[in-house]
């Protein structure tokens, strides 16, 4: 089974960048869609962004023109772009596999670690 490591996530203040990474411990070239997912504290984890490997994307509304999912397959690798921080965008950042079934999303795999994102105001 797969497994996703998170990282690059920081300290960093409102207005300002970062970008994590989501790498794969095997290929992802024929995972059809990965996505990034948020938890902030007293919160239920929400979607951020999700990608499919013809490279559609799916946004929150809440990041929409803030963020930009991508993925690398030839490294195994999806990232998140953030620009325009907000204090509201401070939580851990999970990814995830999804899947789609009647009409609704899963997610596949045991969550990992995922990094923590803390934007001050």
């Known amino acids: 089974q797969v497994q996703l490591v998170e990282f690059g996530g920081g300290l960093v203040q409102a207005g300002g960048s970062l970008r994590l990474s989501c790498a794969a411990s095997g290929s992802i070239f024929s995972i059809n869609t990965m996505g990034w997912y948020r938890q902030a504290p007293g919160k239920q984890r929400e979607l951020v962004a999700r990608i499919t490997n013809g490279g559609s994307t799916h946004y929150a509304d809440s990041v929409k023109g803030r963020f930009t999912i991508s993925r690398d397959n030839a490294k195994n690798t999806v990232y998140l772009q953030m620009n325009s921080l907000k204090p509201e965008d401070t939580a851990v950042y999970y990814c995830?596999?999804?899947?789609?079934?009647?009409?609704?999303?899963?997610?596949?795999?045991?969550w990992g670690q995922g990094t923590q994102v803390t934007v001050s105001s």
């Open positions: 995830n596999i999804d899947s789609s079934y009647g009409g609704r999303w899963y997610t596949t795999i045991p």
